[in-house]
């Protein structure tokens, strides 16, 4: 099955943008990109579908690189409330009755979003995932799911449900055509202790399995970890193993010193959610900061209950904006390295090489924004029209793997009105559950 992007715009390795172009796909892969210098009705002879690209921009899909996609179900309850009071009055007591198929139906909702607005995988951290993987599987998009591991001096890894979910985990994964990477992931320091952040460390290391963490998200855990421990998160993390397998850590707002050298020095990728960040008044990380000590930037959404939507455009120009606003900078930062931020970046931060570019020989994770609309016109550039007029409404077309699971409003694989009927009727059960 091929399939010709006609007469389109790109943004090239270097960030510029190229119009008039002609991107082809086969099957999962994209096999050419060159300038449109053929004939439309010779193309359409040729291919299986020629796409009418013009006015529009194709770019490699987003990877939104920290979420809670289940978090769907959370969305818009419990606003108004100081951070703890919407976690352990709210947030908890809901989730603590959740279903996985409750976790499923929140997921087929996030999932949905994400399909609608550009994105093409995930990396996920929740409870109950094999409810995740049910949705990933159905929809054709791609993760790296975990459970998120809590305890304390009494917990034993291997008598918990994390470690039941995360060994299933691993064996879903292999049926998953790769679509699906088993992660382990601790929540954070401070819903942990030394011995189990060394457990799952052993076991991330054993398995060869990524890790995927909360990191100094807030200003008190930062500094109660160093009263406790005498080093920062990133230190103590370091000392007891955590980062010796590739990581993603989320948010690092309060990160200092020699924190920056030692997430470098192991590679560790930090994911930065603007929006989570402002909306439950952590803070602003310093993402220039990352940057500098070449560390590697990626962006992702956080979960609905703390953002509340999950859209990568939106959060790839909230981040832009604020880095220009904090150095005074508007060059910061273009959209070149925005891109890679949100794509290649988040590729990588998964272990999946061959994704996440708009080059022959990767895969077909693709996106399109149509910018023929009137808040694009007059046309100047393409490409920097991105991250600053592009709404996730924009996105006309996202591809996995060279199939097209959304198109001009339509869901390929999901069907929404069940799924909306479905966490509504979650939303009721659970509240009547909880006031009952
Ligand atoms: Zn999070």
């Not at 980062?243 to 948010?251: N, R």
Request: net charge negative; hydrophobic share 40%; glycine share 8%.
């Amino acid at each position: 099955m091929t399939m010709l992007f006609y007469n389109i715009a790109i943004i090239d390795s270097d960030g510029e943008t190229k119009e008039n172009m002609n991107v082809r796909t086969d099957g999962a892969f994209i096999t050419s990109i060159e300038p449109c210098n053929c004939d439309l009705t010779d193309a359409q002879k040729r291919e299986n579908e020629v796409y009418d690209g013009s006015g529009k921009l194709l770019i490699p899909g987003f990877f939104n690189n920290h979420s809670h996609v289940p978090m769907t179900l959370t969305r818009g309850y419990g606003e108004k409330l100081p951070l703890a009071d919407w976690l352990y009055k709210r947030i908890f007591p809901f989730e603590a009755l959740l279903t996985e198929e409750d976790v499923y139906w929140g997921s087929m909702l996030g999932i949905a979003e994400m399909l609608r607005s550009g994105t093409v995988s995930f990396t996920d951290m929740y409870m109950r995932i094999q409810g995740v993987f049910r949705a990933v599987m159905e929809t054709g998009i791609k993760a790296s799911l975990s459970n998120g591991l809590t305890g304390d001096d009494t917990t034993v890894l291997e008598e918990t449900a994390w470690y039941r979910e995360t060994e299933q985990m691993r064996r879903d994964a292999e049926t998953s055509d790769g679509r699906v990477i088993a992660n382990a992931s601790l929540h954070a320091q401070y819903t942990s202790v030394p011995a189990l952040v060394r457990a799952i460390a052993d076991y991330a290391r054993g398995n060869e399995l990524r890790m995927h963490v909360h990191l100094s998200e807030t200003e008190q855990e930062h500094e109660q970890c160093k009263e406790l421990h005498g080093k920062t998160p990133t230190a103590y993390f370091t000392e007891l193993g955590l980062f010796d397998v590739p990581t993603t850590a989320a948010h690092a707002i309060f990160i200092e010193g020699e924190d920056y050298d030692l997430l470098r020095d192991q590679g560790v990728t930090l994911c930065h959610m603007p929006s989570s960040n402002l909306k439950i008044g952590s803070g602003l990380a310093d993402v220039k900061s990352w940057h500098d000590h070449d560390i590697r930037v990626t962006i992702g959404t956080d979960g609905a209950g703390s953002n509340n939507n999950l859209d990568m455009i939106e959060e790839v120009t909230l981040a832009s904006y604020l880095a220009k606003g904090i150095h005074r900078d508007p060059l910061l930062f273009s959209t070149g390295d925005l891109l890679t931020f949100a794509t290649r970046n988040g590729a990588l931060a998964q272990g999946r090489e061959d994704t996440g570019l708009l080059e022959p020989g990767f895969r077909a994770d693709l996106a399109v924004v149509d910018m023929n609309a009137f808040h694009f016109q007059p046309m100047y550039d393409y490409g920097t029209s991105l991250f600053t007029n592009a709404n996730a409404s924009d996105v006309a077309l996202t591809m996995v793997d060279g199939r097209i699971l959304y198109r001009d409003g339509k869901l390929m694989t999901i069907d929404i009105e069940k799924v909306i009927w479905n966490v509504n009727r979650v939303r009721d059960e659970k509240l009547a559950q909880l006031n009952g």
